[in-house]
């Protein structure tokens, strides 16, 4: 929660599994959209939306997801495990993603994610060339 206050101070909205349309008028405002979602929904995404792009997060280790998922207090044993599983399973597919960012610690994250936002801003097709004037 932390992290998405601090990032939405840049103009970024955190989207949780919203409506694709609600993701394209977030984009259309000139928002950048972060979809906090499973591997095989951000391989959906990317289908529909081939400039999308995908970062996979992981904690540093699975004892150190345990001990996160643990703390929080809000999951049964039984779920926390198949969290583990499903991460154990998904961590192979980390290698489709453009980036990944190994999340030690939520400030760190954020950086992360704030210079992965910046990198992409600058390509070609990131860029409104109609704001460049190269009159004389």
């Known amino acids: 929660e932390l992290g998405v206050k601090y990032l939405r101070n840049e103009s970024l909205v955190v989207a949780f599994e919203n409506e694709r349309a609600e993701v394209e008028a977030m984009r259309a405002s000139g928002k950048h959209v972060i979809l906090e979602i499973e591997?095989?929904?951000?391989?959906?995404?990317?289908?529909?939306?081939?400039e999308a792009i995908?970062?996979?997060?992981?904690?540093?280790?699975?004892?150190?997801?345990?001990?996160?998922?643990?703390?929080?207090?809000?999951?049964?044993?039984e779920v926390v495990e198949k969290r583990i599983a499903r991460a154990q399973e998904e961590l192979p597919l980390a290698r489709h993603y453009a980036y990944i960012v190994l999340n030690h610690a939520l400030e760190?994250?954020?950086?992360?994610?704030?210079?992965?936002?910046?990198?992409?801003?600058?390509?070609?097709?990131?860029?409104?060339w109609n704001r460049i004037d190269w009159t004389l």
């Open 39 to 50: 591997v095989q929904g951000a391989f959906q995404v990317r289908e529909r939306c081939p």
């Open 54 to 77: 995908l970062v996979f997060t992981i904690p540093p280790s699975i004892a150190e997801l345990r001990r996160r998922l643990e703390k929080r207090g809000t999951e049964t044993v």
């Open 108 to 128: 760190d994250a954020v950086a992360a994610f704030r210079s992965i936002i910046r990198t992409e801003s600058m390509r070609p097709n990131q860029i409104d």
